[in-house]
């Protein structure tokens, strides 16, 4: 397995409120973006702490199982993340109201899980490009609820807003899904990427045989050549060799 992951600022935003990280303990692997909101350092703030209560909690983990341990795990070192914020944003006026999506990835030897909370987005390539999670934003409540076609979602201009993120309140919805394990390629990115990127542009670079870290700069050169209008975070895993990637 080959893997890179990139952060950029963007051409707009002041500061990077995105926050990466990937690691391995000797038995799991584990990759997250986390995008962080609330104005301010607060965004930044939430998405570094996120980050980093989840890594100490998966470098001390033990080797898991099963399907049901692992998703055990996950539940709740995320809700040990959302704590974290949570208490947090209660010690200064300036982090109130900070929180930060976060999506990621665990691969226990062939079985990978995907978890997400937000609108940070996991992908993988199945021959063609597929989305692995749903945004967690008012668009997609609107068309689940069946209040809004997809159509007029889609035009709803509070269609962005986050309906669930990790700190704003004390209970958070954490999605997560053993995914199909027959992948060629995984990516974790955040809404700087996909939100100005199309997807077909996307699968184009992800196709290529480019190694892995080209491909991740090449997709955030795409975000900075539409604009660079919000901070732009890319986590990239492929299967292959990367001198065949």
């Known amino acids: 397995?080959?893997?890179?992951?990139?952060?950029?600022?963007?051409?707009?935003?002041?500061?990077?409120?995105?926050?990466?990280h990937y690691a391995d303990n000797d038995h799991d692997f584990m990759a997250i973006v986390c995008d962080g909101i609330g104005g301010g350092r607060a965004g930044d703030v939430a998405s570094?702490?996120?980050?980093?209560?989840?890594?100490?909690?998966?470098?001390?983990?033990?080797?898991?199982?099963?399907?049901?341990l692992v998703k055990n795990w996950l539940m709740e070192t995320i809700h040990l993340c959302n704590?974290?914020?949570?208490?947090?944003?209660?010690?200064?006026?300036?982090?109130?109201?900070m929180g930060t999506t976060m999506v990621g990835?665990?691969?226990?030897?062939?079985?990978?899980?995907?978890?997400?909370?937000?609108?940070?987005?996991?992908?993988a390539m199945y021959g063609d490009l597929v989305c692995l999670t749903q945004d967690h934003n008012f668009m997609h409540e609107l068309?689940?609820?069946?209040?809004?076609?997809m159509e007029d979602a889609l035009n709803h201009p509070k269609r962005n807003a986050l309906t669930n993120a990790l700190g704003i309140w004390d209970k958070v919805r954490i999605d997560v899904e053993v995914i199909n394990p027959a992948y060629?390629?995984?990516?974790l990115c955040?809404?700087?990427?996909?939100?100005?990127?199309?997807?077909?542009?996307?699968?184009?670079i992800l196709t290529t045989t480019k190694s892995c870290e080209e491909k991740v700069n090449d997709l955030i050169q795409s975000s900075l050549n539409a604009g660079?209008?919000?901070?732009?975070?890319?986590?990239?895993?492929?299967?292959e060799d990367e001198s065949n990637a």
């Open 143 to 149: 068309v689940a609820s069946g209040s809004m076609s």
């Open 1 to 20: 397995m080959q893997v890179f992951g990139l952060s950029n600022q963007g051409s707009v935003r002041s500061e990077n409120q995105d926050c990466i």
């Open 83 to 97: 704590d974290a914020i949570f208490e947090k944003s209660k010690t200064s006026k300036n982090y109130y109201g």
């Open 190 to 204: 955040s809404d700087g990427l996909y939100g100005y990127v199309s997807e077909e542009v996307i699968s184009e």
């Open 228 to 239: 660079g209008f919000d901070n732009v975070s890319v986590i990239l895993l492929t299967k």
């Open 48 to 68: 570094a702490l996120a980050c980093e209560v989840f890594l100490e909690e998966f470098m001390k983990n033990p080797v898991l199982e099963n399907d049901e």
């Open 184 to 187: 060629s390629l995984l990516m």
């Open 105 to 123: 990835t665990l691969i226990h030897e062939d079985r990978t899980y995907v978890f997400n909370i937000g609108d940070s987005r996991a992908y």
